[in-house]
T-cell receptor, first 113, second 114 residues
Framework: QQQVKQSPQSLIVQKGGIPIINCAYE??????FPWYQQFPGKGPALLIA?????SEKKEGRFTISFNKSAKQFSLHIMDSQPGDSATYFCAARGSSNTGKLIFGQGTTLQVKP | KAGVTQTPRYLIKTRGQQVTLSCSPISGHRSVSWYQQTPGQGLQFLFE???????NKGNFPGRFSGRQFSNSRSEMNVSTLELGDSALYLC?????????????FGPGTRLTVL
């Protein structure tokens, strides 16, 4: 119940494509869902986050879609660029577990020029 | 504002030794969380500190411990190191311990146990 399942494990797209990364969870107590981007040798950097009372959130080229009934959420990267090549992690946090993030296993994205 | 800083960045230890890692949160942030990142297990929560009190603890053995000081700086300690403790240890800070508070990560400390 504490897991967050992320897919795919790896993804290759051409420049300008729209990679989509999916996450699913079981625990309905989760009510905050951030996405992090991590480059080699760096710590994860917060990209965008959503609460379940919102079905979609956009920040720049990054969009989160949230389906509360299906307990799924996804990250879309519009007009992807080679500089977006990184590992992406979804996460979840429950209000009763403040500060504790449960992470998905990560998706390694490669954007080819 | 300076980001989260972690020292040292790299450490090499041998089995049975102990190690102390340090984290300085973003100025004004009072909550510090620690995570272990490995290729096999991914990112796993170790513990969270707020106002010098441990608020949450992950599923790790008692060899892993931490503390937070009055200036919000935090340390974590791993005693009796095992080969499996080799990992990237990440510290994240947030303003408060509230659920929706954004967590900002440091660059991590790469620990290698030989």
């Amino acid at each position: 119940q504490q897991q967050v399942k992320q897919s795919p494990q790896s993804l290759i797209v051409q420049k300008g494509g729209i990679p989509i990364i999916n996450c699913a969870y079981e625990n309905t107590a989760f009510d905050y869902f951030p996405w992090y981007q991590q480059f080699p040798g760096k710590g994860p950097a917060l990209l965008i986050a959503i609460r379940p009372d919102v079905s979609e959130k956009k920040e720049g080229r990054f969009t989160i879609s949230f389906n509360k009934s299906a307990k799924q959420f996804s990250l879309h990267i519009m007009d992807s660029q080679p500089g977006d090549s990184a590992t992406y992690f979804c996460a979840a946090r429950g209000s009763s577990n403040t500060g504790k993030l449960i992470f998905g296993q990560g998706t390694t994205l490669q954007v080819k020029p | 504002k300076a980001g989260v800083t972690q020292t040292p960045r790299y450490l090499i230890k041998t089995r049975g030794q102990q190690v102390t890692l340090s984290c300085s949160p973003i100025s004004g942030h009072r909550s510090v969380s620690w995570y272990q990142q490995t290729p096999g297990q991914g990112l796993q929560f170790l513990f969270e500190y707020f106002s010098e009190t441990q608020r949450n603890k992950g599923n790790f053995p008692g060899r892993f411990s931490g503390r937070q000081f009055s200036n919000s700086r935090s340390e974590m300690n791993v005693s009796t190191l095992e080969l499996g403790d080799s990992a990237l240890y990440l510290c994240a800070s947030s303003q408060t311990s509230a659920a929706y508070n954004e967590q900002f990560f440091g660059p991590g400390t790469r620990l290698t146990v030989l």
